[in-house]
């Protein structure tokens, strides 16, 4: 499950921080967020109203040219923006896709309007919905893309700066991204919380995974509110770290990689205009996105990517799907053939662990078989107390 969606409110609504400490850090982040996003503007103002643009540094517009300067050695800072249409090769819709795409397949969840199911208030009076799409859609279900095992061959490389990602499927961590590469900018299924401001009790993945395939709804164990996992809904605020990962990362970036996204969910799709002028930016999708408003670019205010004009010197758009992408660009980099071999080891190694765990739960089953009389159940609790049978 991938990519959700936008929140009008997730930087104002205080009431989702757990205490007054939280709030002030929350009120200080968002205060700087705003002073960089006022700074941006000035910038984009004055560059284009008086026809600045940065130095360009690709030899050519194309795939080619971001090929050969990553390999000229003067690109050391990539950083990659990721959205949903990385997973969808791996079975995970998208959220927008006519027909295919997440909301236009709710109405079994028989919601008011489909973004309900991300909507805090609604998932604290209905959470069966959630739990129930949950469910199809939990991780450990799908495996890694080849574009997530390239984002994973540039941190190998010693090229990656950080991924920033609108996922919330967990396939980065799976394919072997740290915390500290990753910045899960809509949360993640990896821990979950209580959503009891007095609580906040931390559960695992694990945790929940039992819950949701026991058709349980998830309730603290502490004090027997509900769980979620920690994704950001509508109504709620985005990771503190997002904000300020962002002031550091961007401005040292020397390449900007864009995939999989429509780049409509804010303030993620305005991060293509935090880098900095003479910065590349190569967007990787089945179509062409995060291009400039033309209103307000006829008064020098708009911000986004060009492609086609006369003015273009930085922008590159591969009309493709994301693996199909990555694969193009390991080949122009000479990583096809390891790539590839890396693709399919990992996912050897998941299905075998896949059917180790399968043949696990299966003995585990046998084991627990219940014995049909007392006798049987005399000699059945005899091997397990002196035995470490495969029940236990």
Not at 127 to 154: D, N, S, W
Not at 223 to 239: A, H, M, R, T, Y
Not at 357 to 364: I, P
Request: aromatic residues 8%; glycine residues 8%.
């Amino acid at each position: 499950m991938s990519d959700v969606p936008e929140t009008s409110k997730r930087e104002e609504d205080e009431d989702n921080t757990p205490d007054t400490e939280d709030q002030s850090e929350d009120s200080s982040d968002d205060g700087e967020a705003s002073g960089d996003t006022e700074m941006d503007f000035l910038r984009n103002l004055f560059s284009k109203t008086l026809g600045i643009s940065g130095e360009k540094v690709l030899d050519e517009l194309t795939l080619e040219g971001v090929a050969s300067y990553i390999k000229s050695g003067k690109c050391k800072n990539i950083i990659c923006m990721v959205g949903a249409g990385i997973s969808t090769s791996a079975g995970i819709p998208d959220f927008r896709s006519p027909d295919t795409g997440l909301y236009s397949n709710l109405q079994k969840y028989n919601l008011p309007y489909p973004e309900a199911i991300f909507q805090i208030d609604y998932f604290k009076k209905h959470p069966e919905p959630f739990f129930a799409l949950a469910r199809e859609l939990y991780p450990g279900q799908f495996k890694p893309t080849v574009c997530h095992y390239f984002i994973k061959m540039l941190k190998e490389k010693g090229l990656l700066k950080r991924c920033y990602s609108q996922n919330i499927d967990t396939l980065e961590r799976v394919a072997g991204l740290e915390s500290e590469e990753l910045i899960e900018a809509h949360g993640t299924f990896y821990t979950s919380h209580c959503v009891s401001f007095m609580c906040r009790k931390e559960y695992s993945l694990d945790w929940m995974k039992v819950k949701i395939f026991s058709d349980e709804i998830p309730k603290c164990e502490k004090c027997n509110s509900l769980v979620k996992p920690d994704i950001v809904f509508f109504g709620e605020n985005l990771p503190k770290r997002f904000f300020s990962s962002v002031a550091m990362d961007f401005p040292r970036c020397d390449l900007l990689i864009i995939m999989g996204t429509s780049l409509q969910v804010q303030p993620f799709a305005a991060l293509v205009d935090r880098v900095s002028k003479s910065c590349p930016r190569l967007l990787i999708n089945l179509e062409k996105t995060g291009g400039e408003n033309p209103l307000l670019g006829m008064i020098g205010l708009g911000g986004g990517m060009d492609f086609d004009s006369a003015k273009a010197y930085r922008d590159v758009a591969h009309i493709s799907t994301c693996d199909d992408g990555c694969l193009e660009l390991a080949d122009l980099l000479g990583w096809k053939v390891e790539l590839e071999e890396v693709v399919k080891r990992e996912h050897e190694k998941i299905d075998s662990k896949a059917q180790e765990e399968q043949a696990n739960q299966s003995d585990g089953a046998a084991g627990k078989v219940e014995p049909a009389n007392a006798e049987s159940a005399k000699v059945y609790s005899g091997k397990a107390e002196s035995g470490k049978t495969k029940a236990e």
